[in-house]
């Protein structure tokens, strides 16, 4: 325990905390406290999630992320080490597709990205760094990782990768949120499809 919490300690250091761990005994004997005081809201989900089918009640499974982050089905090798599809709440919950009566997408009004990954209708200068409205897209939608502060990359609205996104998902219905960061442009663009090597794809 002693060599697993100085490790610990040292992996804290190094992303900027300052916690220093003098006494193991204490924490381990905290630890033990807290798995006492969880212990009766443990159980096999699974099994839980399928007797309160069996009793009628709905559930409601909300996902984590966006689909072309899935291992799978999203742009790899910029993805994620899970599946954030719709099939994803299936394979996470042992709940089979079969139970499900509807699929919902969320979507923002723009696009957005984390990270590094292809990014077609993304707003750059010359230089590649966000333009103006691209910059504005992020202030005016807060456009920033909750726990990183990063800036996210920001767009025009990408009905192909929608498109694609609601095939592989099984999209019912969208919710399209954010559409009020649009307010006060003159010009709105849309993506409907893409040229590659002089052929519109």
């Given at each position: 325990?002693?060599?697993?919490?100085?490790?610990?300690?040292?992996?804290?250091?190094?992303?900027?905390?300052?916690?220093?761990?003098?006494?193991?005994?204490?924490?381990?004997?905290?630890?033990?406290?807290?798995?006492?005081?969880?212990?009766?809201?443990?159980?096999?989900?699974?099994?839980?999630?399928?007797?309160?089918?069996?009793?009628?009640?709905?559930?409601?499974?909300?996902?984590?992320?966006?689909?072309?982050?899935?291992?799978?089905?999203?742009?790899?090798?910029?993805?994620?080490?899970?599946?954030?599809?719709?099939?994803?709440?299936?394979t996470?919950?042992?709940?089979?597709?079969?139970?499900?009566?509807?699929?919902l997408?969320?979507?923002?009004?723009?696009?957005?990205?984390?990270?590094?990954?292809?990014?077609?209708?993304?707003l750059?200068?010359?230089?590649?760094?966000?333009?103006?409205?691209?910059?504005?897209?992020?202030?005016?939608?807060?456009?920033?990782?909750?726990?990183?502060?990063?800036?996210?990359?920001?767009?025009?609205?990408?009905?192909?990768?929608?498109?694609?996104?609601?095939?592989?998902?099984?999209?019912?219905?969208?919710?399209?949120?954010?559409?009020?960061?649009?307010?006060?442009?003159?010009?709105?663009?849309?993506?409907?499809?893409?040229?590659?090597?002089?052929?519109?794809?």
């Amino acid at each position: 325990l002693r060599s697993q919490l100085v490790r610990i300690d040292a992996e804290l250091t190094s992303l900027g905390g300052g916690v220093v761990i003098a006494r193991p005994q204490r924490v381990e004997d905290d630890c033990r406290a807290w798995a006492r005081r969880l212990e009766p809201f443990l159980c096999d989900t699974e099994h839980l999630l399928h007797r309160w089918l069996d009793e009628g009640k709905s559930l409601l499974f909300e996902g984590a992320q966006g689909s072309l982050l899935d291992v799978d089905h999203g742009t790899y090798p910029f993805v994620t080490s899970s599946s954030p599809t719709a099939g994803g709440a299936s394979t996470g919950t042992g709940v089979p597709p079969t139970a499900f009566d509807g699929v919902l997408g969320i979507v923002k009004a723009y696009t957005t990205r984390v990270g590094s990954g292809p990014f077609p209708t993304e707003l750059l200068d010359a230089n590649g760094e966000p333009d103006e409205i691209g910059r504005l897209l992020g202030e005016r939608g807060k456009e920033f990782g909750v726990n990183t502060g990063r800036r996210r990359r920001c767009g025009w609205f990408d009905a192909v990768l929608v498109r694609q996104v609601a095939k592989v998902s099984g999209i019912d219905g969208i919710a399209l949120t954010k559409l009020d960061v649009l307010d006060g442009f003159e010009t709105i663009r849309i993506c409907v499809g893409y040229d590659l090597d002089g052929k519109r794809l």
